[in-house]
């Protein structure tokens, strides 16, 4: 385990057994400054090196190469941010003051937490002054040992004192080495605190880790900012440092940007298919990412760069072209193509090479094709292949059902509740699948001849209408079954449905009105509701 030993001023980090490592950095510090040029460095410390490890004495070896020296620089500062600068820096200011205060004749000097530090050795002598190096006793009997080696001749001069703030205080054990509190003295203390202000709690570090993982666009500001909403005082240099280095520039995932863009994008590719008679022909299929819906598809033997920007200009009008097209890195899409594409102000998102699945949504139509229709049919023809491909898209769009969309088609399908009557089945593609629809057995209300075809059908889009929920707004349930259709003769597409009134009833009354398609039988067959008002009537008649 560590042992902290704080003193008023900094933090020495011990290791059992060891020496302090704060100290043998600090030696590393000085033995790279003390490696550049003798004109571009701020001072020079021969011992330095001699207290490091291997892997940082090759590190120091390798500085003295101008090349290497500025890499190393480099990956040190990003590291450990101003801790080989601000190393660098106390050194020289301590070595004046050491200079300075023997120049004025001061008595004694103590060292607190003196590390690998040979200022006595190394710096010009001072016979009169008494120094006091003050460290740990694992650090100080690692540094004797190596100046045994360095120094034969220990100056008489220097006084090693061992001391553990967790035994004894710096006072009593300053005055057992034979200091004198009442002469003059300079305190020196080189040391770099490890940790300063409050102590950051671990949820607090995995919060700034997630949000920035979570959003590579977010800088410290922004994390700050929102710390601050949750009410967290924390610096933004906090969160600077808190944050996880990022090795590359923060860019949005594939997925993320297919997703983001999802409204605007659409994506195109070919597909071969071949022929009872041998013959290859090709099909281009326009897909829009949004629900799944196949734009535009055309078939032909011979494509070119020039037919394929003609089917972009027949699937889009300039009004409603989209912002993005993802294409593969065919050679089809040639000049021709990308001229008449950037003339529709469509801006082109190429996938990378051999990387169908930054394609999937088409691909997976692709093969869907594939396995539920073409490996089925033999084609012979491209009117035979025209005329398979738009019966199976008719399905696809209507009747195919999609994980993506939540289990609805990409033209919305209609939810039929058990009380519209039995299910039938319909066939579609020829009789390759089938659409299952429950077709309405509902008794007709007692009413007119001439309105019970529309009473039916009011009936039927009823059901479709309470069996739907996300298309159902604040409408109220209707009460009675026995309702008069009144079609107003200027308006065939429209109908007003009012309940019928006795003798007794007020003149306050809810009016309910239905806007049904021109043709009801296809709004029954294809499952298509109105829309269906309720508004309370006043005395005055309510305007569909």
Not at 267 to 285: C, E, G, K, Q, Y
Request: net charge positive; proline share 7%; aromatic share 8%.
């Amino acid at each position: 385990m560590k042992s902290l030993n704080r003193t008023g001023i900094g933090l020495i980090v011990v290791m059992p057994g060891q020496a302090s490592r704060t100290a043998e950095f600090m030696a590393f510090y000085r033995a790279l400054e003390s490696a550049r040029p003798t004109s571009k460095r701020l001072f020079c410390d021969p011992f330095a090196r001699h207290f490091l490890r291997p892997p940082l004495l090759n590190v120091v070896s390798l500085s003295r190469v101008p090349l290497l020296s500025t890499i190393l620089y480099w990956y040190a500062d990003r590291r450990a941010p101003g801790a080989r600068t601000s190393a660098i820096a106390r050194t020289r200011l301590i070595d004046e003051a050491w200079c300075q205060a023997l120049r004025d004749g001061i008595p004694q000097i103590v060292i607190l937490g003196s590390g690998f530090d040979c200022r006595p050795y190394r710096l010009p002598e001072a016979p009169s002054a008494v120094i006091f190096e003050v460290d740990h006793p694992r650090t100080l009997a690692s540094k004797l040992a190596r100046l045994r080696q360095l120094v034969p001749v220990k100056p008489e001069n220097v006084r090693f004192v061992n001391i553990d703030f967790n035994r004894k205080g710096l006072a009593e054990t300053l005055a057992d080495a034979g200091f004198d509190a009442s002469r003059p003295a300079l305190f020196i203390m080189d040391l770099q605190a490890k940790q300063s202000g409050r102590p950051m709690s671990r949820e607090l570090r995995d919060l700034v880790h997630q949000m920035a993982e979570a959003n590579p666009l977010w800088g410290a500001p922004r994390i700050h900012g929102e710390l601050m909403k949750l009410g967290i005082e924390i610096s933004e240099r906090t969160v600077s440092r808190l944050m996880p280095r990022r090795r590359k520039p923060p860019s949005q995932t594939w997925r993320t940007f297919l997703e983001n863009h999802a409204n605007e994008l659409i994506s195109i590719d070919f597909f071969t298919v071949p022929t009872a008679t041998f013959r290859v022909l090709f099909v281009l299929v326009v897909l829009a990412h949004r629900r799944r819906h196949v734009i535009h598809f055309n078939v032909t033997e011979h494509p070119s760069a020039l037919w394929t920007g003609q089917q972009m200009v027949e699937a889009f009008a300039e009004a409603t072209a989209p912002r993005y097209l993802l294409r593969d890195r065919d050679q089809i899409y040639g000049r021709e193509f990308r001229e008449r594409i950037q003339s529709m102000n469509i801006k082109e998102v190429l996938s990378a090479p051999a990387s169908p699945w930054q394609r999937a949504y088409v691909e997976r139509l692709i093969g869907s094709i594939r396995r539920e229709c073409l490996d089925h049919v033999v084609i012979l023809g491209e009117r035979h292949l025209r005329a398979i491909l738009k019966s199976y898209l008719d399905y696809y769009h209507r009747s195919r059902t999609h994980v993506a969309l939540v289990k609805d088609t990409p033209e919305p399908r209609l939810v039929q509740p058990p009380e519209l009557g039995g299910v039938v089945e319909l066939p579609e593609v020829g009789g390759l699948h089938h659409r299952y629809e429950r077709r309405a057995r509902i008794a007709t209300p007692s009413c007119s001849a001439d309105h019970s075809p529309y009473i039916s059908q009011l009936l039927f889009l009823k059901k479709i209408w309470q069996a739907n929920p996300p298309i159902r707004r604040s409408v109220e349930k209707i009460t009675s079954a026995d309702f008069i259709l009144e079609i107003e003769p200027e308006r065939t597409s429209s109908g007003r449905i009012s309940p019928p009134r006795s003798s007794g009833e007020p003149q306050a009354a809810m009016t309910w009105c239905v806007f049904l398609p021109r043709d009801l039988s296809r709004a029954k067959a294809t499952g298509l509701a109105g829309i269906l008002v309720a508004a309370e009537v006043v005395n005055q008649e309510f305007d569909g």
